[in-house]
Every structure is written in structure tokens, then in C-alpha cells.
């Protein structure tokens, strides 16, 4: 069974704002996908595009994300950079 994350778009945002220089071609390499796509994961243009589904609501909306693959690396990254 598929474990689906829910999280509004403004922490989506958030955590794309605190990624490191590098950290989308990081990101794309690491999971063998095209920067765009991680670029389009964190809401650049495409959400809907990307694999993730946003209702309105507060804080830019809430995000459906069905693949945490993404999320999850850029948090590791994220840590590995503030330590």
C-alpha cells in the first residue's frame, strides 16, 4: 500500500527555499529524473504536472504528494547542509 503525505504548498515552498545551491540538480541526479521534474515537484509551474495534486485551502493550498522520494531526499540535504 502507497503511503500518501499531505502538506500545504507554502511548506512545499519552504522546504524547496532551503535547499542549497545544487541541491535540485542534486536531487534529479540522485533519483535519475530531469531537473525540471523536481524543479515542477516543489510547485515552479507545473504541480499538476509533477505527480502531486493541490486542493485550495490555507497556506497556498494543500498538496497530495503520492511519491516521497523527492521530499524526502531534499529533507536529508537540507540536514546535511545545516550540520
Known amino acids: 500500500m502507497q503511503k500518501i503525505m499531505y502538506i500545504s504548498f507554502d511548506e512545499?515552498?519552504?522546504?524547496?527555499?532551503?535547499?542549497?545551491?545544487?541541491?535540485?540538480k542534486r536531487?534529479?541526479?540522485?533519483?535519475?529524473?530531469?531537473?525540471?521534474?523536481?524543479?515542477?515537484?516543489f510547485g515552479a509551474h507545473h504541480l499538476a504536472n509533477s505527480?502531486?495534486?493541490i486542493q485550495p485551502g490555507p497556506n497556498g493550498?494543500?498538496?497530495?504528494?503520492?511519491?516521497e522520494a523527492i521530499i524526502n531526499l531534499a529533507?536529508?540535504?537540507?540536514?546535511?547542509?545545516a550540520n
Open 12 to 24: 512545499l515552498r519552504e522546504i524547496k527555499h532551503k535547499l542549497p545551491h545544487g541541491g535540485i
Open 27 to 41: 536531487i534529479a541526479d540522485e533519483l535519475n529524473l530531469d531537473e525540471e521534474t523536481v524543479r515542477n515537484y
Open 51 to 53: 505527480g502531486n495534486h
Open 61 to 67: 493550498g494543500i498538496v497530495q504528494i503520492d511519491n
Open 75 to 81: 529533507k536529508k540535504i537540507i540536514n546535511e547542509s
